[in-house]
Each structure stands twice: as C-alpha cells, then as structure tokens.
C-alpha cells in the first residue's frame, strides 16, 4: 500500500471523531505553544541585558577605587584612584584604546527662569564619549585644553535641553550650576532609558578638573571612578591584565597584599548575565515541556482507544491483503498527524504569545523596551520534537495492532 493512501486513511479516520481529535492535540498545543513563548521570551530577555552593556560603551573595563576593611568588613572607598593612573593606563596599556576619568557632583541647572536637577552631573575626561560610543548631536566635546584649564563649558544631554529650552537651540547659552556660569558648547545624541527605567540622557557633562576645582572646590588629584575601553573584545581580558598589572606596581602593591582599586569587565558581568537568563529560560522551557510529555500520553491512550474500537476493521484489512506494516504504518501516521496539527498549532500560539506578553511588559515598564524577538530555531526544534512525541508514544498502540491474529480480529464485537 502506497504513503499517499495510508496517509488518506489516517486522516479520513481522525476525521471521524474530530473532537476527540482536537482534544487528543490539546496537550501537545498547550506543550509547544508554552516552551516557543519561554524561549523567545528569554531570549528578547538575554538580548535586552547584553545591550545594557553594550550601551554601558565600546568593551568597557571600569575602575574602581577600593574598600575599607574594618574587622572583615567594608566600611567605604579609598580615595587611591588618580589622574595620573588613569593617564598612565591610556598610554602604557597597548590593549587600551581610551580611558576616562569621572568625578561625580550634584545640583541645579539654571537658565532664565527655568531650573532642572539632573539625574547625572559628572566631570570626565576627552575621551569619554570613545569609551562609552556616545556621539554628539550638535556641537562638539569639551577638548584637552578646556580640561587643562578647567574651563567653564558643558555638554548636555538631550532631555536637559527638553527642559531648560524647550525647542530653542541650546548652543552658546549659558547655564548656572551652583551659580558658576557654564556655556553648552555640545548636545548629546539620545540614548534613552536604562533596563531599570533611568534616563541616560538626563545628563550634564563637563571637564573632570573643572568639577573638582569649581564645583566641589577641591585641589586633590584623586578621581570618583574610571572607564576605559579595550580595543576589541577579543582583547578585554589582555586589557584588563594590562590594567592590573600597571596599577599594582603604580600604587607599590606587593604580590599577596590586598590591591586599593577594584577592576570589573563588563563583558565578563553580560556573559554571568546571559548565563544566568539561558538557564532560567532552559528552566522555565523544560518545565513546560513536561506538558508535552502530558499531551504524548494523551495521544497514546487515544490510540489505544481507537485501536480497540477498530480491532474488527483491522481485522478486514488484514483479510483483503493489509499486511502488518501497512497497519503499522497508519496509526503511526494517525499519531504523527495529531502531533503535528499539535504542533503547527502549538508554533503559532507560542509566537502570538510571546509577542504579546512582550508588547504587555513594555507597555507596564518605564525601563528600556523589551526587543520582539521571535526564536526560529525554538520554532523549528518545538515542530520536530512533537513529531518525535508522535512516533514515541504513537508507536505501541501501532505496533499492537499490527500484531493482531485477522481471525481473532473479525471475531471481534
């Protein structure tokens, strides 16, 4: 007996009973359409973390001063970061391509009648816009001089120029922080929120040395923090050794002894980031792949079923000149075909689902919007694992009937 017959019996035979039918699939449905969201959700998840940090800027490597240790526990920073570390590791790291200095301030920004406190007020560096891969989207950066000079001028971002001057070009105005004029020589491009919801571009930038010597009044050396951007990923951890060993010897740090700066890599923290969402995805995945498990069950016990309610038909075509395998053959298509159905189902639900459930968090969260990301290949290994569900619980109560003596079959009532 040809494929194409066998098949146009199974289906014709499911279509007997199509509610049974459709209630057989439900399981698998529920199976696939679960484990296509989990995973296309956490994907749009892993994929929503690494670009977080790929954000933070171009392979970045922060550093840090160190902690305090009272009787073993930390009780605050100490102030052993400098300018001059942060200068030395720009030009005696080879894998460092930039860094940058950041000292950190507070308070308000006036223009005419209008005030506004931004979420950052920061000092850096010339070169913080290579380290974070920020670009401007009008004027231009503060250079080396106006940092040497600790020059009055300042870079801000755009939701502070939404607030101080509306649709009015900010450009050449002059602003008052802690009543010390500064002029806006640059316009930050838009980077939008964070993953937590804060706005990046509630920002004001200006020289480090004019912050520490104007604003805070201060004539110590030391920075708050500072970043620095390898040169390619591939050499984020030869940097990041770069940037110990130099510091080390710098601050006469003794092999053994506890170092005053703290180095992390941000590539480091996305890969714990991803680990962590891959395997509450696997998770989450697998649990609901237990109802696929539910649903295989549910097809076998239906064949059973219908092989017992059948046993007088089989047994007539077994007499006409059905041979064993062709009885095998078409409740394993039977099986095959509610798995399938199951699954194409199942496929379709899992991506509306998981586009849904996506455009739900992002319309409830004032954080960064969620990417809709649909997971083909989640798709394609869900189709193919509920064929294989098919054949594996299908098989039994095909291979039972194919075992059937044809007499004791037509004596069947």
């Known amino acids: 007996m040809s494929f194409l017959n066998i098949f146009r019996i199974a289906t014709a035979a499911l279509a007997k009973n199509k509610m049974r039918a459709g209630l057989t699939i439900l399981g698998v449905v529920i199976g696939i359409a679960a484990v296509t969201a989990m995973v296309s959700i956490g994907t749009s998840a892993s994929e929503l973390v690494q670009g977080e940090f790929k954000n933070l800027g171009t392979n970045v490597i922060v550093i840090s001063p160190g902690s305090r240790q009272a009787r073993g526990a930390r009780s605050g920073q100490v102030p052993s970061l ?10 005696e790291c080879p894998s460092v391509l930039a860094a940058s200095p950041i000292v950190g301030a507070v308070g308000q920004v006036i223009s005419g009648n209008n005030n506004w406190r931004p979420r950052e007020l920061v000092g850096v560096g010339a070169d913080y816009l290579l380290v974070r891969n920020w670009q401007i989207s009008a004027g231009n950066f503060f250079a080396d001089g106006d940092i040497n000079n600790s020059n009055k001028v300042c870079v801000i971002g755009s939701t502070v120029s939404k607030k101080l001057f509306q649709t009015a070009n900010p450009l050449g105005q002059t602003v008052r922080i802690k009543n010390i004029p500064f002029e806006i020589v640059g316009v930050l491009a838009t980077k939008g929120a964070n993953i937590v919801g804060d706005d990046q571009d509630d920002v ?18 030391n920075v708050d923090v500072a970043l ?11 940097a990041e050794q770069e940037i110990r060993s130099l510091m080390m010897d710098r601050h006469r740090i ?5 170092p005053d700066f703290e180095v992390a890599n941000t590539t480091e923290i ?9 395997t509450l995805t696997a ?3 697998s649990i609901a792949g237990i109802s696929l ?22 047994g007539i075509r077994m007499a006409v000149g059905a041979r064993p395998k062709d009885i095998l053959m078409q409740f394993l298509v039977e099986a095959m075909v509610l798995s399938l159905v199951g699954g194409a189902i199942g496929v379709t639900l899992g991506i509306v689902g998981s586009v849904g459930l996506t455009m739900a968090i992002n319309a409830v969260s004032s954080g960064r919007d969620w990417p809709i990301i649909v997971n083909q290949w989640a798709a394609i290994v869900s189709l193919i694992f509920s064929a294989c569900v098919g054949i594996g619980f299908g098989f039994y109560p095909a291979w039972r009937a194919s075992r059937l003596d044809p007499i004791d079959a037509l004596r069947y009532e």
């Open 82 to 91: 400098t300018v001059g570390d942060i200068q030395a590791i720009s030009k």
């Open 204 to 221: 004001v930038l200006m020289p480090f040395t004019t912050v520490r010597k104007r604003l805070q009044g201060s004539n110590f050396n």
């Open 228 to 238: 620095a951007s390898a040169r390619s990923t591939d050499l984020m951890g030869v």
């Open 254 to 258: 003794s092999m053994g002894q506890p």
């Open 270 to 278: 996305a890969s714990a980031f991803g680990i962590v969402t891959g």
């Open 283 to 285: 998770m989450l995945a």
């Open 293 to 314: 498990v539910v649903g295989g069950v549910g097809i076998m016990n239906i064949m059973l079923v219908s092989v017992t309610e059948r046993t007088r038909e089989i």
